[in-house]
């Protein structure tokens, strides 16, 4: 008798054709991340599916402008777009406001520290701010507001 249980995951990786890759965090007590990261070999198959809702992606004939907000895990469909520019060789200006609980939080950490170029990244620390920088509050939500065009407006909510 087979099991299933199913968990919704963003892609994190640049389409190459050849691979896909998932960003898994580990849940304490979950039924399937600590499967995933740490039983999961490979030969393992797995059954996927496409998005569920809506989806949108960036790709390199896009030149303005991109603003990304991610929340914690919310991080990881932008970084798919981070790593498609980068890919690209695209100079488009990418900024990236991520907020987390604290430091210790951050996914994709050593990529995103190092930086690329055109890519200007500010974190929003809610619980504990890292002993380096001030955590800058200056974002709102209110894109629309203060005059972004709503359609140009794109948001990925999951829970």
Known sequence: MCCSTQR?????????????????QRTRGGEVSPYLADELVPGDQLELRGPVGGWFVWTQQLTEPVLLIAGASGLVPLMCMVRTRAAAGSRAPFRLLYALRRP??????????????????????????????????????RLVLLGHAPERVRTERFG
């Open 8 to 24: 919704s995951y963003s892609i994190a990786s640049a389409p190459n054709g050849r691979s896909l890759e998932l960003t898994v």
């Open 104 to 141: 210790s939080d951050m996914l994709d950490s050593a990529e995103l520290l190092e930086g690329a170029p055109g890519l200007d990244t500010t974190y929003l620390y809610s619980r504990q701010a890292p002993r380096t920088h001030r955590a800058r509050r200056d974002a709102s939500p």
